[in-house]
């Protein structure tokens, strides 16, 4: 009888995660060649095109993006377009056809490590979080959402316009876990004719609602000049219906072990999921031993989202350091500042492996950040760059930037 048959062409496969991917566009964006495309359900590669260049790899928010398979033949668009996971590793059972997908590997292997330098190893959820619903409603498949709040978070005389709006779903199922984003489609088109795409908000309440056990959720939406979508919510009336995608998001993911440490840096809008971790904790593990650090940065206090609510969350529950660059007649102070000030501290927590770090705000900050992580571990003998891959991999490093 014969053995099965030898296979000695293969393809290393760029392949992006379903199940975490959050439907952002960041890598059809960065992508140079038009590689990467996306329907109304997935992002996706397309092997013809894509020559493994690698510069989607560092901005893509979740590593989603950073997923491989060694194949006989590359998986087709349609293929990639209908998933809701990814496919195992297909086995080769011959020494040959093995060695030769070994080799692959290596290489892949290789490519990897140079273009996640300084990303600090992929991103993975932490051990203990909930497993999250992904991808439930999509643009063929909306949920039709009723808002019954839009409350002004800034003071009135501020530039700064950030909205607290609450969407109510009724009977229709919409689980949501703390750390998960949703996709809000505006109507009308763009300047090409074609939809406007989807664009995300992270969900700003518990997984039980903005009340206990209601069928609704918050977001902290700031109003852009030239936003579409961001202008379209903030003029939202109460009673107006939406429809929205989602939820979105399988890392970004609140510990339910009540002995985790999260630290939790932020500023403006980046705010939403760490009110919605406040939340949780605050409901469903009031006596926690696990600490809940909040450094939250904006320019001044009348800029700065849920600052009234915020002062009244008990500090056994939440440590606060408020952050700001542009008080007339005070210095400025950013998050990364307040860090090293607190760097005793944060050189313990850091070293502790109940600990979870989770930074989300404008692209760009993490690296201020990390500079500030690694002076507060220098100071205390510990090895940041040792350790930040590690919590990383341990599902205790958490970034989402935009």
């Given amino acids: 009888m014969n053995g099965p048959a030898e296979i000695t062409t293969f393809t290393k496969q760029h392949l992006i995660d379903p199940?975490?991917?959050?439907?952002?566009?960041?890598?059809?964006?960065?992508?140079?060649?038009d590689?990467?495309?996306?329907?109304?359900?997935?992002?996706?590669?397309?092997?013809?095109?894509?020559?493994?260049c690698m510069d989607c790899i560092a901005p893509c928010p979740t590593g989603a993006i950073d997923n491989w398979r060694v194949v006989a033949a590359p998986y087709s668009l349609e293929e990639q377009f209908s998933w809701e996971d990814l496919?195992?590793?297909?086995?080769?059972?011959?020494?040959?056809?093995?060695?030769?997908?070994?080799?692959?590997?290596?290489?892949?292997?290789a490519l990897l490590a140079e273009a996640r330098k300084g990303l600090g190893g992929k991103a993975v959820a932490p051990h203990s979080a909930s497993k999250p619903t992904v991808n439930l409603y999509n643009r063929e498949k909306t949920a039709k959402a009723t808002v019954t709040g839009n409350f002004r978070l800034t003071s009135a005389d501020s530039d700064t316009d950030v909205r607290?709006?609450?969407?109510?779903?009724?009977?229709?199922?919409?689980?949501?876990?703390?750390?998960?984003?949703?996709g809000i489609i505006a109507p009308g088109a763009d300047d090409n004719g074609k939809p406007h795409l989807v664009r995300l908000y992270s969900v700003a309440s518990a997984r039980d609602g903005e009340k206990p056990n209601a069928s609704n959720l918050s977001l902290t939406v700031k109003r852009e000049a030239t936003g579409v979508c961001s202008n379209y919510l903030c003029d939202l009336p109460r009673g107006a219906k939406i429809e929205v995608t989602g939820p979105f998001g399988?890392?970004?993911?609140?510990?339910?072990?009540?002995?985790?440490?999260?630290?939790?840096?932020?500023?403006?809008?980046?705010?939403?999921?760490?009110?919605?971790f406040t939340e949780r904790r605050r409901r469903a593990m009031p006596e926690a031993p696990g600490?809940?650090?909040?450094?939250?940065?904006?320019?001044?206090?009348?800029?700065?989202p849920y600052f009234g609510p915020l002062q009244k969350v008990p500090e056994t529950i939440l440590g606060k350091h408020l952050c700001y660059s542009r008080v007339p007649g005070k210095?400025?102070?950013?998050?990364?500042?307040?860090?090293?000030?607190?760097?005793?501290?944060?050189?313990?927590?850091?070293?502790?492996?109940?600990?979870?770090?989770?930074?989300?705000?404008?692209?760009?900050?993490?690296?201020?950040?990390?500079?500030?992580?690694?002076?507060?571990?220098?100071?205390?003998?510990?090895?940041?760059?040792?350790?930040?891959?590690?919590?990383?991999?341990?599902?205790r490093y958490h970034v989402e930037t935009y």
């Fill in 19 to 33: 199940e975490i991917c959050i439907r952002c566009n960041t890598c059809e964006e960065s992508c140079p060649i």
């Fill in 35 to 52: 590689a990467v495309t996306h329907d109304n359900n997935n992002y996706v590669v397309n092997a013809e095109i894509c020559n493994q």
């Fill in 87 to 109: 496919p195992v590793q297909q086995e080769f059972s011959t020494a040959a056809t093995s060695a030769g997908v070994e080799a692959l590997e290596d290489e892949i292997g």
């Fill in 164 to 182: 607290h709006i609450i969407l109510e779903f009724g009977d229709q199922p919409f689980p949501v876990l703390e750390g998960q984003s949703i």
């Fill in 250 to 276: 399988a890392t970004f993911l609140m510990p339910n072990d009540p002995s985790a440490n999260i630290v939790m840096i932020c500023t403006g809008t980046g705010s939403a999921p760490f009110r919605a």
């Fill in 291 to 304: 600490r809940l650090l909040l450094f939250f940065g904006a320019r001044r206090p009348e800029e700065l």
């Fill in 331 to 395: 210095p400025r102070v950013y998050v990364q500042d307040r860090i090293r000030t607190e760097a005793s501290q944060m050189a313990a927590l850091l070293s502790d492996s109940r600990t979870h770090v989770y930074i989300c705000g404008l692209r760009g900050m993490e690296s201020g950040v990390d500079e500030a992580f690694a002076d507060a571990c220098r100071s205390a003998s510990v090895d940041w760059a040792a350790l930040k891959p590690e919590m990383r991999e341990n599902g």
